[in-house]
């Protein structure tokens, strides 16, 4: 993405001030100056000026999603990073962190550099790229840690697989640490949930679809804290699901281990009845699981507990998506909604808004080492004005990605975001 600054200071002047790092609200205005926050509260326009009537809508850090597909290279019927990044825009995202299952998976520094540069020169929002732990996201030989981080990877992932080889994960981890670099890990086992297409239990019984236990979460994440100990590595759980994988992470945090954890939008809003007649949108891996289990994962983000929440964006065609429930891909498009979708939680008063952001775009940053995410002085000027209130029926013909295989095909939410600015520069606007 271009980063110049912009020219004129621009004034978010009547807002309603989220500051998710300090968990509080306040009323005032944002100063813009340079690309950067230059001020913060009840403060005026310096001359020549932009000033933005913000008429009491809120203003806070733009959202950081630790996890998107972005289809491209190798997928760009799916999702380029153009339009991955028009979708996170309109979304409230400002900055996107893409996972490596690509074609070739960004297991070597030139896929790495590719990346990196075809976003600078078409995305309208910050991406950085997520590299392969194993090279071909095999589970077998591990990729150049050292290269790949001087290339510009920000961390290290074999995306939707999991490394069922505890001592090639071991390498992993004690690689990672030498290089103090951050290993986020899919956490299902492949043999427990080989067959299975949905969540284990009475509901998958009554459907007659093989299910997937909990127990293929809770038994990797557990392996991976017992490797995480015997390494010090820094260890990134990339989605909790279900309640027996929370109490892990509990002990896991009480020891002290360097672990953090994302849980995904579509966990924390929907549960496997979502699925309903066979409805194929709501076909994700991990699987949606039982409400006790979404009950669960609201309470620990309330908590901190999980630390992020995650799109989890994978845009799937028609081909892929319009099949019988167990043949269908996994995946649902999330950058567009996950601000709409989480405010749910926030209407309903499972969390405050504070609480909610934190969980979007502070703990994100901290956990990247990002400078974002921030409502400060000095942070950079990667901002979104929402309206949390709006209501709105999403139609998927209106979203920007090159896919629609939304969960919230039809749903009704409320939140609309006005305005995203990235570096200071305007990124969207509502039309």
């Not at 290279?73 to 991955?84: M, V």
Request: glycine share 8%; net charge negative; charged share 25%.
């Amino acid at each position: 993405m271009p980063h110049e600054p912009s020219g004129r200071p621009l004034l978010l002047a009547n807002a309603r001030l989220v500051d998710p790092e300090a968990g509080r609200e306040t009323r005032g205005a944002v100063l813009v100056r340079d690309g950067l926050i230059a001020d913060i509260g009840a403060i005026g326009a310096p001359e020549g000026a932009e000033i933005v009537d913000c008429a009491g809508a809120v203003l806070a850090p733009g959202l950081i999603d630790m996890r998107a597909v972005t289809g491209e290279p190798g997928a760009e019927h799916r999702e380029t990073l153009a339009t991955a990044s028009q979708a996170a825009a309109a979304g409230g995202v400002t900055t996107v962190v893409c996972v490596p299952d690509t074609v070739p998976p960004i297991d070597d520094p030139a896929v790495v550099d590719f990346v990196l540069r075809r976003a600078r020169d078409t995305a309208s929002v910050r991406i950085h790229a997520m590299a392969a732990i194993t090279k071909g996201l095999a589970g077998r030989e591990m990729t150049e840690f050292g290269l790949l981080r001087e290339a510009g990877a920000i961390a290290f992932t074999d995306g939707p697989r999991s490394i069922a080889n505890a001592r090639v994960f071991r390498r992993a981890l004690t690689y990672a640490r030498d290089f103090d670099a951050l290993i986020v890990h899919h956490t299902q086992d492949p043999d427990l949930s080989a067959d299975g297409v949905m969540n284990e239990g009475e509901f998958a019984s009554r459907l007659g679809l093989p299910g997937i236990p909990a127990a293929a979460e809770a038994i990797m994440l557990e392996r991976d804290m017992r490797l995480v100990a015997l390494t010090g590595a820094r260890y990134h759980a990339a989605a909790v699901t279900c309640r027996a994988s929370l109490e892990i992470l509990r002990r896991a945090k009480a020891d002290g281990l360097p672990v953090t954890a994302s849980t995904t939008i579509n966990h924390l809003t929907l549960n496997e009845n979502d699925i309903g007649a066979f409805r194929t949108f709501c076909k994700v891996s991990p699987p949606l699981r039982h409400e006790d289990d979404r009950l669960a994962l609201v309470e620990a983000v309330k908590q901190g507990l999980v630390d992020t929440i995650v799109s989890d964006h994978n845009p799937q065609d028609v081909e892929t998506k319009r099949q019988p429930f167990a043949e269908s891909a996994d995946g649902a498009i999330g950058l567009e909604t996950m601000l709409a979708a989480g405010l749910r939680l926030v209407h309903d008063g499972s969390l405050s808004l504070p609480a909610l952001m934190r969980a979007l775009c502070a703990q994100p940053a901290r956990i990247l080492g990002l400078p974002t995410g921030r409502l400060a002085p000095g942070a950079p000027a990667d901002l979104i004005l929402f309206d949390p209130d709006e209501p709105f029926v999403l139609d998927p013909a209106t979203l920007k990605s090159r896919c629609k295989n939304t969960p919230f095909d039809g749903a009704r939410l409320q939140g609309v975001v006005a305005r995203t600015l990235v570096a200071g520069r305007v990124v969207h606007t509502l039309a």
